[in-house]
């Protein structure tokens, strides 16, 4: 049995998507990027090593008493965070000669691994207009607006934690990956599974939830992911540092390719032909993940739906069973659907939108509210 850890990291424009009208919002960035980096079992102990050889460099050229994690966030940039976890950003006043050798160092690393076929990564990106299309559509649905009122009347603020995950770019580029990992185990060996590393931190985007990955692996049988486990710290973990530095280098690629920034020609010059991606297998995944699943927006749909309604269960158990439909009856009206306005309802609380329909046009329009 090969059994492969990996780690995931989001880079860019990760802001919710719509605001409760279905306007798009247009976020920090133009670009969601997601990574994700991997190693076999057989190479987890020396990749740690030489990740931690790396950090004791540079703690030892900044002079700190601890060896700094490599976030790139914290060292590449005209305009790097002054604070990090409540203390000064080790990398402020670095040498920028040093930082390119560090951030060239920790790619060779990872591509030493790669070339032993014991690594590789997966890399998901989308621009954040591409998704206005498809958003609004299942915004200005009839369907939408009446339940959506329905919801936010219970709860505003239960609703506003629904809202984030159902309008979370990231929730469907890790759709993407978490299908693309799976074709990837079973295109490397009969015998290759994954296991997925959450981080510490959870926001509001869904991905750090070790729910996502267990909903995932329902909805779409993902049966080579074996195992789900959340770390203590991502700065004591290697390979959290490693999609940190794959999602960030690919996050500025795609930026400069929309031309949101102009050239880095010295990250261009570390990555070189990197940029390509590198993997296990000479497979094409996503064509793999489309035969095999057909359309995968709607997959992804139904992880939005898993989570949302996971949230509004955690904050009101007994409305989330009378109100929302399970997840499997989400899965099946969406078959029956032309994917977009799928009620989320139960047929009780249909019946009690249809008696409620004159308050109901009295209720506030929030519409713009997150």
Not at 121 to 132: C, G, H, L, P, V
Not at 184 to 207: E, K, N, W
Not at 357 to 365: C, E, I, L, S
Request: charged share 25%.
């Amino acid at each position: 049995m090969t059994r492969f850890t990996i780690a995931f990291d989001d880079s860019g424009g990760t802001e919710q998507l719509f605001k409760w009208n279905g306007e798009l919002i247009p976020g920090s960035h133009p670009v969601c990027v997601l990574a994700g980096a991997y190693v076999s079992d057989e190479a987890v102990d020396a990749f740690e090593d030489r990740w931690m050889a790396l950090r004791t460099e540079i703690g030892r050229t900044l002079g700190t008493t601890a060896p700094p994690p490599i976030h790139l966030r914290l060292m590449w940039g005209r305009s790097l965070p002054k604070k990090y976890r409540k203390g000064p950003n080790p990398y402020i006043g670095a040498d920028f000669d040093d930082v390119q050798a560090w951030v060239s160092e920790a790619w060779s690393i990872i591509e030493y691994f790669v070339r032993q076929r014991l690594a590789g990564w997966e890399i998901q990106f989308e621009r954040r207009e591409d998704y206005a299309d498809r958003g609004t559509r299942y915004f200005q649905h009839p369907v939408h607006g009446a339940e959506m009122r329905y919801l936010q009347r219970r709860s505003q603020k239960m609703y506003r934690g629904y809202h984030r995950l159902t309008t979370s770019p990231l929730l469907a580029l890790y759709t993407r990956a978490l299908l693309g990992v799976n074709e990837l185990a079973l295109a490397h060996s009969a015998h290759t599974s994954f296991r997925v590393l959450v981080d510490s931190f959870a926001d509001s985007h869904g991905i750090d939830e070790l729910e996502t990955v267990e909903s995932m692996k329902s909805i779409a049988s993902l049966e080579r992911i074996a195992e789900v486990s959340r770390v203590a710290d991502s700065d004591d973990v290697a390979l959290m540092q490693a999609a940190d530095v794959v999602a960030y280098s690919m996050f500025r690629v795609q930026m400069e390719r929309v031309g949101a920034i102009a050239e880095d020609v010295a990250l261009k010059r570390i990555l070189g032909r990197r940029r390509n991606g590198l993997t296990i297998s000479s497979a094409n995944l996503s064509h793999r993940a489309r035969r095999r699943y057909g359309d995968i927006g709607r997959v992804a749909l139904s992880l939005h739906y898993a989570l949302a309604r996971a949230h509004v269960a955690s904050k009101d158990p007994e409305f989330a069973e009378m109100a929302l439909v399970t997840v499997s009856e989400f899965v099946r009206r969406q078959r029956c659907s032309d994917g977009v306005g799928v009620s989320v309802l139960t047929e009780t609380a249909k019946a009690e939108i249809r008696c409620r329909v004159p308050h109901m046009a009295k209720t506030p329009d929030i519409a713009g509210a997150p």
